[in-house]
């Protein structure tokens, strides 16, 4: 008898706590999702911009959820609406959209941006950010954390080795023959990362020689163009050759570490390391544009806003909101001033805050004026699997087991076969 | 009415493995005749042919090299390790305590936390293996860049993490072993290499199969380093299955495929069971 008594009474206030719940929030509650794959306190800066966007909206809630790299971000967001407690808007690869578009997750900007306004603010954005993130003839993406790669340098050395320090190479001549000058023992003469996203650093020396590796419509590779091959032999030709790299794979997460402490005179990097390598570096380094073959290139990266297609119109507008703010020209230049990304418009680079700090750190502008040279990552239907078929090309090349050629015409054949049914 | 009372014992039990052990597999043996479906295009029948494309695909085939080299590499130099450090510190020994917690210690470490120390550990340039090898006078090695030396790392480090834990039920099964056999074998004039041999490494049997089992399954199941340090590559060379199947399924996409993989691990894991069960039990001796 005093066991029912007792559930009766627990059962009420369940009832009762729920029932209040629900009236009390009148809010909109918002779960973002967002990777980081570069070094730094982050999720600081995420959280103190979610704050002051809370402090603005008082009945908008956000919960800023951190979620490893992207691939996890990505898995994690499918794998919470698939169990159907959405997110309802993610910070995710800019090249995950095919992959999106077929598990339908995603709605387009194009089509919740019904206003002027609205509108102006799709076109705001630098045009080499948007081109990863559009396609259908809709925009799916709007850029957040975005970047290039970088050549980091180390301008002591390059004193030491009667090279001038303000002048870095130009070009894939230079680059090799100033290598030389700085290889010794105990130091390399530059460094580029094969492991992570050795297609990201690919793409690069692709463009560099005039070539793309896929279409704009992500159904079609071009891995076993002359010119794609021509990149990957010189890209082993660094270490197999001309020595001025380790042979083997480099590894991506003890890149950083390898320059700050004096192992490599250059390395290629992504911009987003900026503010971590001018933090910690002990010593005077230089951000340079990749060097140029045919002409200068580099790909675009980072990460791109996404809203899911689980969502409510309330949380659509909110989600338009936050993504409005954390993309706004002052906090765009936040974000670039604390991580090194790429202020994602032309207004953020007007804004005073990002002018000072240019002025007092000129290296901040070396991304933002590379990206008219810069080309959309690697992206197409398929794209995990096309991506790791290039990455195992790539390092089987590094690594000595199959000639370049070989391997990107075996990974053209294996990715024309998985996007046959895509034509 | 007992059947009844018995049967509702069970049920909580029950309807948990059902739920999580059960249930899966048959659903993920059922997924693998099907093709992957998305939103877009939905899903077909197709029998097997999801099993003959595995079957060409090289990298299933090198990752199932790879996990069975793997296997063979870790689970006996975990179980001899493991033998000779319990060994070690069951015996009178100052800082006994201390000793046996440094060998537990690795255990404690979560396997994320483990790779990311040992990725600066076998870094080139940077890292403390290769600063010692530096200092003792040779050229630095990649570890984990090479293809012929990443597995081999990878081992290292998994047998470095896991021999801890299996020193403790060695630990526990020494000292459970009657003193008299010892004595009697001292009487006799046995060496300490006999008294080994006879006594304590037959004594130690089922520990030694019980551990025997757990690094066999350990082999299959770990492959958070994978994540931290090598991602499978360079080009497959560190691939494990079970890290494949989650590329397949997270990376990819594809469910489908990713469900064949998994019932070929399970019948895997399956036939290495019987076999530890049905040949090795024969020769255990249990009091």
Known sequence: ????????????????????????????????????????????????????????????????????????????????IKAGESAQLAVMFSIDVYDLIEQDAIIPFSDIAN???????????????????????????????????????????????????????????????????????G???????????????????????????????????????????????????????????????????????NFLEGKTAM?????????????NAKFDFGVAMLPAKEMRGTPTGGGNFYIFKKTTEAERKASMKLIKFMTSPENSAKWSIGTGYIGVSEDAYKTQALQEYIKSFPEAQVAKDQLKFATAELSTYQTGRIRKLLDDAIQAALIGKKSPEAALRDAQEKAEKLLRAYQ | ??????????????????MFTHYPAIATLLDSFYTNGTVIRPKLFVGFDNYSFMLDDEVFITTLKNTMYFALGTVPLAIILSLIMALFVNQKIRGKGIVRLAYFTPTILPMVAVANIWMFFYAPQIGLVNKVIEFLGFT???????SNTVLEALMVMTIWKEAGFFMIFYLAALQSLPKELYEAAKIEGASSWKCFWQITFPLVMPTTFFIMINAMLNAFKLVDHLFILTKGGPDNASNLLLYYIYETAFSFFDYAYAATLTVVLLLILILVSLLQFSVLEKRIHYK
């Open chain 2, 140 to 146: 630095s090695i990649n570890w984990l860049g090479n």
């Open chain 2, 1 to 18: 009415m007992k059947h009844l009372y018995g049967w509702l014992l069970l049920m909580p039990a029950f309807t948990l493995l059902v």
């Open chain 1, 115 to 185: 206003t002027q306004e609205d509108k102006k603010w799709l076109n705001s954005f630098y045009p080499a950010l948007m081109e990863n993130g559009t396609t259908l003839g809709k925009i799916w993406g709007v850029p957040f954390q975005r970047s290039t790669i970088v050549m980091y340098y180390n301008k002591e050395m390059f004193k030491e080795a009667g090279l001038n320090p303000e002048q870095p190479p130009k070009n894939w001549d230079e680059l090799v023959n100033m290598g030389k000058k700085l290889t010794k023992k």
């Open chain 1, 267 to 279: 390395m290629w990097h992504s911009t987003g390391n900026l503010t971590t390598v001018k933090k």
């Open chain 1, 1 to 80: 008898m005093v066991k029912k008594m007792k559930i009766a009474v627990l059962s009420c206030l369940v009832a009762g706590g729920i029932l209040s719940s629900a009236v009390a929030s009148q809010k909109t509650e918002l779960t973002m999702y967002y990777p980081v794959a570069v070094g730094g306190p982050l999720t600081k800066i995420v959280d103190g911009l979610v704050a002051d966007f809370e402090k603005v909206n008082p009945n908008i809630d956000v919960k800023a959820i951190y979620a490893g790299n992207y691939n996890d971000a990505r898995i994690k967001s499918l794998a919470a």
């Open chain 1, 187 to 257: 130091q390399w003469g530059t460094m580029i990362p094969s492991t992570g996203y050795p297609y990201w650093m690919f793409g690069a020396l692709a463009k560099q020689n005039g070539a793309t590796l896929m279409d704009s419509d992500g159904k079609k590779t071009f891995f076993d163009n002359k010119k794609v091959i021509e990149a990957l032999e010189y890209w082993k030709d660094l270490s197999a050759k001309y020595h001025i790299m380790p042979e083997g794979t480099i590894e991506w997460g003890t890149l950083r570490k």
